[in-house]
């Protein structure tokens, strides 16, 4: 996962205008989620994010996750935290082409999870919430991710979500496999 | 570790002018080196990276250490190697306020690696060229690194060598703790 934006559409109306609906550019591993066409910019106290990549649907609540590099950049103190936890999360200014949003809260690093289904998950005994460790199969930069976060939902395809600094630091590419141990 | 270059003196001469010397600006943890305050641009097929640190002093052949997201950025194919092993190295252009240098090898990312002395290796059982498993002691992103090559040197002082994303995905700061496992 690169930086992005998820919107609540009435933050989106803000951004953009009354009405916006969001044009799906390609679809992400989950089923329903997409990128937009649409961007926005994000603006810190030190620095600028130029054309961030929004994925849809909208959310109840607008969330940014960013890389821990951008959090430097911009001048922000993002915590990891699982999706849709916003204790301590930090806000930035979210800019559209026709509006700009001051968000207070919502501003996070993604903490690494694993997409699993249900009957998936109860095949080889994992339970929702739970904290696993993840080796990743690469000869140039071995790692074993530590705290991976189980997300088991019925409608899941099973999938190891990490950003670019991880997938970077482990070498991998889309699509590489790992092991659970 | 970010994104710097080693110089040659008769590079840095075309860079920069005949005679030049580095200023020192910070200490590095290894005896001797420091970052210079003098910088150079990098400039790839597809974008320019503006004031690349130097780590001085002057080393006998020229090399760029990048970050796997520099690489991208640049539009260039670095390998993961350890320094001064240029086998498939990219090239890159190397922008100094008086000249530019085509760099047609000596572009890579760094291998991660431990810095040791002679006595402290032979105290823990390891060897120069060796290749170990360490842990990072964070609870945030906890991380195993694999692959770490050992650096025995009588000069060194022991630092574990990562560049910013490998710290970012293990939510490290300089002068984090480890564990060799």
Redesign the interface.
């Known amino acids: 996962m690169n930086r992005h934006v998820h919107l609540s559409e009435k933050d989106a109306e803000i951004l953009f205008w009354k009405g916006v609906k969001l044009t799906p550019d390609r679809p992400l591993s989950q089923p329903g989620q997409f990128i937009a066409k649409e961007s926005v910019d994000l603006q810190g106290p030190e620095w600028r994010l130029d054309k961030v990549n929004i994925f849809g649907p909208w959310r109840k609540q607008t969330q940014v996750e960013i890389?821990?590099?951008d959090a430097s950049t911009l001048g922000i103190d993002a915590?990891?935290n699982v999706s849709g936890n916003f204790k301590h999360s930090a806000g930035v200014s979210i800019i559209g082409p026709q509006g700009t949003l001051e968000l207070t809260e919502g501003v996070i690093v993604a903490?690494?999870h694993l997409h699993i289904t249900v009957a998936e998950a109860e095949a080889i005994g994992l339970s929702d919430g739970e904290s696993i460790?993840i080796k990743a199969w690469t000869?140039?930069?071995?790692?074993?991710?530590?705290?991976v976060v189980v997300r088991v939902r019925d409608t899941a395809v099973l999938d190891f979500h990490i950003d670019?600094?991880?997938a970077?630091?482990a070498?991998l590419e889309k699509g590489a496999w790992g092991e659970i141990i």
């Not at 000869?139 to 705290?147: C, V, Y």
């Open positions: 890389l821990a590099m915590p990891i903490k690494r460790k000869t140039e930069r071995g790692l074993i991710f530590d705290n670019v600094e991880e970077n630091s070498w």
